[in-house]
């Protein structure tokens, strides 16, 4: 019996997908775990497999769309089994010649259907066919659908129409709805002349996720931040020690640093907690999440149980989940869970900055670059000692300025003796 298949909750703040690249035709068998398609969520470019054996009836969403989770994005069934009538067609990918003889019929009712809507659409107030995706772009760059013609399923209009039909270089698809001629500039407002040619760039499904938890953070978390400068000397000195007796597993100043956070918020769990709807949470195991560049965009692995974890462990989670970063391998599951952030620039010559909360957590701290800084000794001499800047930004509603600065104070002892780190 056919049956659809959704877009799956691909991680706990996901709501949506877009479907970066489809990996199944129509007429396709597919086996269970069977990959069948990329999807982009709001942590990660994620690949989905098939649940169990079928064969693909249809495929309802295009290339670049958009679909909120739990609505169908395919539809599976038994060899030979046509697709349901409730389905829309509008979305159905061509049925490959090898299996041209099991979806005939039903092809041939799709595209009736298909051209019966395109009559019925041609009046007054007619609902162009796009993807919700497309519609959004469209909306904010101020690009009139109907006057697109799709290359989408079906005439469907879809992302790639509407950047085109916005830079003024559609492929054939004009303002006035004619194929061959060239549609007119898109305004981009007042003075955009003097800013020579611009270029309209649409977030991906990340991009905005990360835009929209920023917003939210600033506009309705009460954040302090706390600044210290640490000596590094010891850490520095020791690390140069362990290079000698395990290269391999080296650790990073900054899996130092990740390593003391975690035994301080033993001491201090609210700054490992979260405010929701007017309480707060602590909760009994240390996740750290670990700011990571992406592709032009921002990732935040998780380090589970840092806390229990030897620092050669740290070092050798936090490498493998950064190439994972960078190679797109990354898994939702390796992106949630955190329950405190570290967010470093240090390697980019940032001596200090602020660093935005992810909420719901209630605080992360921002790590600069480690240099030779002149230090007054407890002798009254001045010294070149091996120092870093932290900052830490605090919610308020659940970490005092009192809190958090006895969660600095001990982060400061633990990186000042770091022997105490290896135990």
Known sequence: MAREIVMPRLSDSMEEGTILKWLVAAGDTLAEGDPIVEVETDKAVVTHEADAP??????????????AVGAPIMVVGAPGEAMPEPVAFEHQAPVPAAAASVATATAAAAGEAAAAGETAGAGIGARVKA?????????????????????????RVIRSDVEAAAAGAGPGNGANGHRGELAPPVPVGAGSAAKGETTVHALTTIQKTVARRMSESRATVPDIELRAEVDLSAA?????????????RLPSLNDFIVKA?????RDFPRVGGAYRDGRFETYGRINIGIAVAGEDTLVVPTVFDADRRSLGEI??????????????????????GATFSISNLGMYGIDGFSAVINPPQAAILAVGAVRKRPVVLDSGEIAARETVQLALACDHRIVYGVDGAQFMARLRELLQAPLGLLL
């Open 54 to 67: 079928a064969t693909v009836l249809g495929l309802l969403a295009a290339v670049g769309e958009s679909v």
């Open 131 to 155: 993807s919700p995706l497309a519609r959004r772009i469209a909306a904010g760059l101020g690009v009139d659908l109907a006057t697109l013609a799709g290359s989408g399923p079906q005439g």
């Open 236 to 248: 520095v000195t020791l690390r140069a020690q362990l290079r000698e007796v395990a290269a391999e």
């Open 261 to 265: 956070c975690a035994l301080a918020l």
């Open 315 to 336: 070092a050798a989670t936090t490498r493998a989940l950064a190439g994972r970063v960078r190679d797109g391998s990354i898994t939702p599951a390796e992106l949630s």
